[in-house]
């Protein structure tokens, strides 16, 4: 009984989200378009989780080599750790991880905003004062998070490949130009193209996700800090589903 | 009986600013409004009495097309609100000013860019200049030029409604749709804020709607008081028959 109720709340939250995203693409692509606003979100969205990106990927990329490094040399290939890392970073964990932080720092920061901005009354205020507060607040917020994933995730693979970098010169020596030329002779168009248009669809997620917990936030303040919390949860699930999914498709069309 | 004293003519052969005839309005099986009617004539500033949770947001958010009514019609300054959509609706929107219950000032924005806010989203062909102009003519209406470059959350309610009343004014508006003026705020903020409201009401003559369950504002705000109670529109009179009315359901606001 419990059980089924829950399934239900379930399945009707997914409909809502599925909604509010049809709702995103058909306002979107009509005039006219927030384009000042867009690209203040492209800024703030981009720039504020540029830090967070830059030394979690770091870590993640130090960390990961020296954790491998003894299985390596057990095995006696060390000299294959710039191909083994740099093949899981592009892969995997730089967009997962990347996209991961860029929802609980972005997704959070979005949900609590248009959250405390729908219990305030202020999206009300800016539709009576002529402005289509959907494409003003939530299509630019999403348009701007879509974009600018992928380019922090590019950036921090080159971090986490730097981090690399550090990792297998503790131990052992390892000249950048052999390092680098390792790795990219290793990564070939199938390891990049799939992760970085996973991407796209991790910032569409993460976009998607914050405005439609924003905006679906309830009266007070315990209501708007529960859109921040679930917007980072959702979020976090629908990226992992999404990595799932395009795993699953890059197979099918051959190009994993 | 119905003359305009300053133009000598016949009021009621204008048409109304506002007009709501047989508004209904439920949230599933919760009937807010039932067959509420009203009408105001040009310059007139009537007041919406009714307890907490009778209704009146929801009122006003249908006369300016926030909610939409399941049933009636609204007609305001001679456009119908239901059928009103996109650039007309926008037009309309122009004309009324709205003062949120909650004043709803945009508190990522300036005073200046919250009052410039509504100024370039409905006449995108202001110069420079001209809405300097008028950010500052709203702003010493109120009496809060000094706040211009602050925060709204670095200013008291008592400020921040004003601040909200600018935003409403800086329009010029012809109908002004209050609700709740003066509700959290102390009765000596309060009366200014009413005072404010009603100098407003004479500087640029507009037509007011005031929601409010507050005595002070009602005594002094409204020359025609109309009394929400079951969604309907209970009494409409002037204070003073109210004061003598032995009507137990409108004595209650009077006591
Ligand atoms: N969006 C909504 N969904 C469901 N019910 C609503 C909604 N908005 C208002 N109501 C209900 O309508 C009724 C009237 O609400 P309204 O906000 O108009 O009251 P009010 O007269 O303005 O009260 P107050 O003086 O406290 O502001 C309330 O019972 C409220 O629960
Ligand atoms: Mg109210």
């Known amino acids: ?35 000042a606003a867009f690209i203040r979100q492209c800024f703030v969205i981009g720039y504020r989780s540029l830090g967070l990106v830059s030394l ?30 740099s093949i899981a970073v592009v892969r995997e964990i730089g967009p997962v991880i990347t996209a991961l932080i860029f929802a609980g720092k972005i997704g959070s920061s979005i949900g609590a905003e248009l959250g405390s901005m729908k219990v305030t009354e202020q999206i009300d205020a800016m539709e009576v004062s002529g402005t289509n507060p959907f494409r003003y607040l939530a299509v630019t917020r999403i348009l701007a998070a879509t974009l600018m994933l992928p380019v922090l995730v590019l950036l921090g693979d080159a971090i986490a490949l730097y981090g690399a970098y550090l990792g297998v010169n ?9 390092f680098w030329s390792q790795v990219f002779d290793n990564l070939s168009f199938s390891d990049v193209l799939p992760a970085f248009i996973k991407s796209y669809f991790f910032g569409f ?16 303040t315990e209501g708007v800090g529960r859109s921040a919390n679930s917007a980072v949860v959702v979020a976090s699930v629908v990226i992992f589903i999404i990595d799932l999914l395009t795993v699953q498709i890059a197979e099918a069309i051959g190009i994993n | 009986m119905n003359i305009d004293i300053s133009t000598g003519k016949d009021r009621a052969a204008a048409p109304p600013v506002l007009r709501i005839a047989h508004l209904y309005k439920s949230f599933g099986a919760h009937h807010v409004l039932v067959d509420f009617n009203l009408e105001l004539q040009k310059g007139e500033s009537v007041v919406v009495l009714g307890r907490s949770g009778s209704g009146k947001s929801v009122l006003i958010k249908c006369i300016i ?56 989203r409905h006449w995108m062909r202001l110069s420079r200049e001209q809405v300097n102009e008028r950010v500052l003519e709203a702003l010493n209406d109120v009496g809060l030029a000094h706040t211009i470059e602050m925060m709204p959350e670095e200013l008291s309610g008592g400020m921040r409604k004003r601040i909200a009343l600018a935003r409403t004014l800086i329009l010029k508006p012809e109908l002004i749709l209050y609700d ?45 008081i109309v009394i929400l109670i079951d969604g309907k529109c209970y009494a409409d009179g002037s204070y003073e028959t109210f004061c003598r009315s032995s009507d137990a359901r409108v004595k209650q606001f009077f006591e």
């Open chain 1, 1 to 35: 009984m419990q059980q089924e109720t829950s399934i239900k709340l379930f399945l009707a939250e997914a409909g809502d989200l599925a909604r509010f995203s049809a709702r995103f693409f058909r306002e979107a692509f009509r005039p006219p378009y927030e384009v």
């Open chain 1, 56 to 85: 979690t990927t770091f870590i993640m990329g130090l960390v990961l080599t020296m954790q491998l490094r003894p299985s390596m040399v057990a095995y006696g290939v060390a000299s294959q750790i710039p191909a083994i890392v």
């Open chain 1, 170 to 178: 503790i131990r052992g020596i390892t000249s950048f130009n052999l």
């Open chain 1, 205 to 220: 997620a993460v976009g998607t996700v914050g405005c439609y917990k924003g905006y679906s936030s309830r009266k007070g």
């Open chain 2, 65 to 120: 097309g926030l909610l939409k009514p399941d049933q009636g019609t609204i007609m305001v300054l001679g456009v119908r609100v239901q059928d009103a959509k996109g650039e007309s609706l926008d037009q309309l929107r122009a004309k009324v000013g709205f003062l949120f219950q909650s004043n709803a000032l945009y508190d990522s924005m300036t005073v200046r860019e919250n009052l410039e806010f509504p100024l370039r």
């Open chain 2, 180 to 224: 709740e003026p003066t509700t959290g705020l102390d009765p000596i903020t309060g009366k200014e804020i009413i005072r404010l409201m009603t100098d407003m009401q004479q500087k640029y003559n507009t037509t007011s709607l005031i929601i409010s369950h507050d005595m002070n504002c009602v005594k002094i705000a409204g020359k025609r």
